[in-house]
């Protein structure tokens, strides 16, 4: 045994030794190299990383054969293939990028913005009024689209709007997305309890994955949840039907309950909020049985 672990040293000792810089450098690579593989994921890049090893494959295949004339012709059309992939790709490319400096790293470690974190909270009566406007406009299958701010900031989205500025209530949703009225048109941003801003133009999604049966509102939904954090609301004005974008996903809302949940993850103190929201669970169910019926 103890022959076994002299020999084991012996190897070992032909290795260079690990310090803790090459421990750091080893962790940044492979969190980069995760990144770049998640992100590939999640783009149309996945079927050009398949299409990739198949001609790493057949490169190797030419190696091994000696294709010498295969090799050459492969590689001299190398650069002209990767200028092309970057001209191809071109909208992959600039929503990585977006959402590498939309993490805000810097601010994150120095909150140069003050409590953003509180100030894009909101309480219970705003997520009461959110669904009650949403359910109400999908009954009559009026479109609309709500952004809700979370950690990162949405002024640029605000500034292509018209600001409003008011307390968000069912009421002043329903009349802003009501058809022929002239802030109907666009989407309205949420921060915390008030309406920001409406008319506010969307980045639209080029995901090929999104059903074509789905119009410009859902992708201009899941446009601007794949560039921010942000809560989308989404009610179809031709089947009154209620989805939520979030991290570039569009989700099926059925029942006003899961709406519910959804936004309450967003309340403000999330944490002592949320054990009061389950302590007080059967008197917030009364009490939005009261509200239902003094709306009727």
Not at 1 to 17: G, H, R
Not at 62 to 88: E, G, R
Not at 267 to 276: E, F, K, L, N, V
Request: glycine share 6%; aromatic share 6%.
């Amino acid at each position: 045994m103890a022959q076994l672990i002299d020999t084991l040293y012996e190897w070992l000792s032909f290795l260079p030794q690990i310090t803790k810089t090459n421990i750091l450098e080893i962790i940044i690579i492979a969190f980069l190299i995760y990144e770049i593989l998640v992100w590939i994921k999640n783009t149309r890049a996945w079927t050009l990383l398949k299409g990739l090893v198949v001609i790493l494959v057949f490169a190797a295949i030419a190696w091994m054969l000696k294709l010498y004339t295969i090799l050459w012709i492969m590689q001299n059309v190398a650069f002209v293939a990767t200028t092309a992939l970057v001209i191809i790709f071109q909208p992959e490319l600039r929503r990585a990028l977006e959402q590498l400096g939309s993490r805000n790293l810097l601010t994150n470690l120095l909150p140069f913005e003050g409590d953003r974190e509180a100030e894009s909270k909101f309480t219970e009566k705003t997520v009461n009024e959110l669904i009650r406007a949403t359910v109400k406009m999908a009954q009559v299958k009026t479109g609309a689209l709500i952004v809700i701010e979370r950690e990162e900031s949405l002024r640029d989205i605000e500034r292509t709007g018209i600001e409003i500025d008011g307390v968000v209530t069912s009421q002043l949703l329903i009349n802003i997305f009501e058809h022929n009225t002239p802030l109907h048109d666009g989407a309205v941003v949420i921060r915390g309890n008030r309406v920001t801003a409406a008319t506010c133009y969307l980045p639209r999604s080029d995901n090929a994955d999104i059903s074509k049966d789905l119009g410009t509102r859902h992708r201009a939904a899941v446009g601007i949840s794949e560039v921010t954090d942000s809560l989308t609301i989404v009610v179809s004005e031709e089947t009154g039907h209620i989805s939520l974008a979030e991290d570039g996903k569009l989700t099926r809302i059925t029942n006003p309950e899961e709406l519910r949940r959804a936004l309450e993850a967003n309340t403000a103190d999330s944490g002592g909020q949320g054990r009061r929201f389950r302590i007080w669970k059967g008197r917030q169910k009364d009490e939005r049985k009261a509200e239902a019926d003094s709306d009727e």
